[in-house]
């Protein structure tokens, strides 16, 4: 139990502790923070008290804008990290509970922050995980009879997007447009996108050390590398898309940008909703099997204007 006080039905419980990037009105620069209750944990203000044997020679990350320095440190000071934090905000600790000028300082009123992209993004990848997902998509560009293509089970499907349009959640989204083919008999046409979509999803940060290039991480180790989740809309204009991704993918009809949540929940705080794995049939090859259940029960709802869907 914390003694940072958690309002009835927060999304930001003492289990849960995401991280995020934030500002205040009357402290600009972007620093770390965790979401507790209705405060925000400037880690920033606590980094000298992160002195485990993973950490202590790298409180530095913790006054980064964003948390790339962090995301590269092991999944041992990862975890580290989480369990200092919960020390830290456990009802029986007094070194910040009765620290009253730190305390003060280092717990920010949540509606006094402003939130901003929590990392540096390099590089994003799409994949096409889902077979729910995949075979509605497919139907809508191909019908139902080849919904599915033919590699679809047997290998990640994915592609690499653009980083420059992902944005954190309430940035607003331009209608695109672009050159759509409304009638197969007749030459398409260049206007405002008339079917854009939406999609909720969940996307992961990747961090620890770094492998060569030309040398791939090993399934038993991707664990290692996933430094936590965030929720995620991949808008998509599914009229252009349609019409220009064939042979090489998706192209404008993603580009106008990608939203995602401000806090990155970790993998330990979402380990107690990890279920086994959907049974692959066909089997995958070799080297993508892993034996550990890695899929997790979340429960995700979306509104458009205030209507659940």
Same mark, same amino acid.
């Given at each position: 139990?914390?003694?940072?006080?958690?309002?009835?039905?927060? /999304?930001?419980?003492?289990?849960?502790? /995401?991280?995020? *990037?934030?500002?205040?009105?009357?402290?600009? =620069?972007?620093?770390?923070?965790?979401?507790?209750?209705?405060?925000?944990?400037?880690?920033?203000?606590?980094?000298?008290?992160?002195?485990?044997?993973?950490?202590?020679?790298?409180?530095?990350?913790?006054?980064?804008?964003?948390?790339?320095?962090?995301?590269?440190?092991? =999944?041992?000071?990862? !975890?580290?990290? @989480?369990?200092?934090?919960?020390?830290?905000?456990? *009802?029986?600790?007094?070194?910040?509970?009765?620290?009253? !000028?730190?305390?003060? $300082?280092?717990?920010?009123?949540?509606?006094?922050?402003?939130?901003?992209?929590?990392?540096?993004?390099?590089?994003?990848?799409?994949?096409? $995980?889902?077979?729910?997902?995949?075979?509605? +998509? #497919?139907?809508?560009?191909?019908?139902?009879?080849?919904?599915?293509?033919?590699?679809? !089970?047997?290998?990640? +499907?994915?592609?690499? &997007?653009?980083?420059?349009?992902?944005?954190?959640?309430?940035?607003?989204?331009? @209608?695109?447009? &672009?050159?759509? @083919?409304? !009638?197969?008999?007749?030459?398409? *046409?260049? #206007?405002?996108?008339?079917?854009?979509?939406?999609?909720?999803?969940?996307?992961?940060?990747?961090?620890?050390?770094?492998?060569?290039?030309?040398?791939?991480?090993? %399934?038993?180790?991707?664990?290692?590398?996933?430094? &936590? %989740?965030?929720?995620?809309?991949?808008?998509?204009?599914?009229?252009?898309?349609?019409?220009?991704?064939?042979?090489?993918?998706?192209?404008?009809?993603?580009?106008?940008?990608?939203?995602?949540?401000?806090?990155?929940?970790?993998?330990?705080?979402?380990?107690?909703?990890?279920?086994?794995? /959907?049974?692959?049939?066909?089997?995958?090859?070799?080297?993508?099997?892993?034996?550990?259940?890695?899929?997790?029960?979340?429960?995700?709802?979306?509104?458009?204007?205030? %209507?659940?869907?």
């Amino acid at each position: 139990m914390s003694f940072v006080e958690i309002p009835k039905n927060s /999304p930001f419980t003492y289990e849960n502790l /995401p991280y995020g *990037v934030f500002s205040t009105g009357c402290e600009t =620069r972007h620093r770390i923070g965790v979401a507790v209750g209705a405060h925000v944990l400037d880690l920033s203000k606590v980094s000298h008290l992160f002195n485990g044997p993973q950490l202590a020679s790298h409180q530095t990350v913790f006054s980064e804008p964003t948390l790339n320095a962090f995301m590269a440190l092991s =999944r041992g000071a990862w !975890k580290e990290a @989480r369990e200092t934090i919960i020390t830290l905000l456990n *009802v029986d600790n007094p070194t910040l509970r009765d620290d009253q !000028k730190l305390r003060s $300082s280092a717990l920010v009123p949540l509606e006094d922050v402003t939130m901003h992209l929590p990392a540096s993004i390099g590089d994003y990848t799409d994949f096409y $995980s889902s077979i729910e997902h995949a075979t509605n +998509v #497919g139907t809508m560009f191909r019908g139902p009879e080849n919904a599915l293509m033919p590699n679809w !089970k047997h290998l990640p +499907v994915g592609y690499h &997007g653009r980083a420059s349009s992902v944005v954190v959640s309430g940035t607003p989204i331009r @209608r695109p447009n &672009g050159q759509t @083919r409304p !009638k197969d008999a007749e030459p398409p *046409v260049f #206007g405002p996108c008339k079917l854009m979509d939406f999609e909720l999803e969940m996307a992961f940060f990747v961090g620890g050390q770094t492998n060569d290039l030309g040398s791939p991480i090993k %399934m038993e180790d991707a664990e290692d590398h996933i430094f &936590g %989740m965030v929720l995620m809309n991949d808008w998509s204009a599914r009229d252009i898309q349609k019409w220009e991704y064939v042979p090489l993918g998706p192209f404008l009809g993603k580009n106008m940008g990608t939203s995602i949540s401000p806090w990155v929940v970790t993998m330990e705080a979402l380990a107690p909703f990890q279920v086994e794995s /959907p049974e692959q049939n066909p089997k995958p090859l070799p080297y993508l099997c892993h034996a550990d259940p890695y899929s997790f029960d979340i429960h995700l709802t979306a509104a458009i204007q205030g %209507m659940l869907l």
